[in-house]
């Protein structure tokens, strides 16, 4: 089974979870603050991918980490889970996954939208006003920029692109 699948199949159960307890919020904020954790702690990364470290060394760590950072039940459960099959290092997959799911369910499309410069508030309303009357739902946008393109912007949402620079 290919990460996306598996990332996709933990995210919707994680998903319903939350929906259901009503700790969406809660649990998104406890993984995005394991996930930053985790992506900046090589030693930690490296601890979890040794084969030469045992399981029980593994889940000394992560009670260790858990204790630290102090999240709720379900997250908690999840980063075990995930531990015990071998799958605790496609958090961020998860996680990013999770969020989509999340957005999905809540009718919101995020939207990567890439210009040659930075661009202010009024122009990212604009952006944001119409893209939701073209997808007729809600978007969240993410803003990077890129000098290579010249001038204009590349929106992308899902797997569409659009593709108004300068550059093409």
């Known amino acids: 089974m290919s990460a996306s699948s598996v990332a996709r199949r933990y995210a919707q159960a994680l998903a319903d979870v939350v929906t259901h307890q009503k700790t969406t919020e809660q649990v998104a904020r406890e993984l995005?603050?394991?996930?930053?954790?985790?992506?900046?702690n090589r030693q930690l990364r490296d601890v979890f991918a040794s084969?030469?470290?045992?399981?029980?060394?593994?889940?000394?760590?992560?009670?260790?980490?858990?204790?630290?950072?102090?999240?709720?039940?379900?997250?908690?459960?999840?980063?075990?889970?995930?531990?015990?099959?071998?799958?605790?290092?496609?958090?961020?997959?998860?996680?990013?996954?999770?969020?989509?799911?999340?957005?999905?369910?809540a009718g919101v499309v995020t939207a990567q939208v890439t210009t040659a410069a930075s661009i202010g508030d009024e122009q990212r309303e604009a952006f944001s006003r119409r893209l939701e009357q073209l997808t007729g739902k809600r978007v969240g946008l993410q803003f990077k920029t890129d000098a290579s393109l010249i001038g204009g912007a590349v929106t992308r949402i899902g797997s569409v692109t659009y593709d108004g620079s300068i550059r093409t």
């Not at 995005?32 to 900046?40: D, L, Q």
């Not at 204790?67 to 995930?82: A, D, I, Q, V």
């Open 51 to 105: 084969p030469v470290v045992s399981m029980n060394d593994k889940l000394r760590v992560l009670n260790a980490v858990i204790e630290r950072t102090r999240p709720g039940p379900t997250t908690t459960n999840l980063l075990k889970l995930l531990l015990r099959h071998y799958r605790l290092h496609e958090l961020g997959a998860i996680y990013e996954q999770f969020r989509r799911e999340l957005n999905e369910r």
């Open 32 to 40: 995005e603050a394991f996930v930053r954790i985790w992506s900046e």
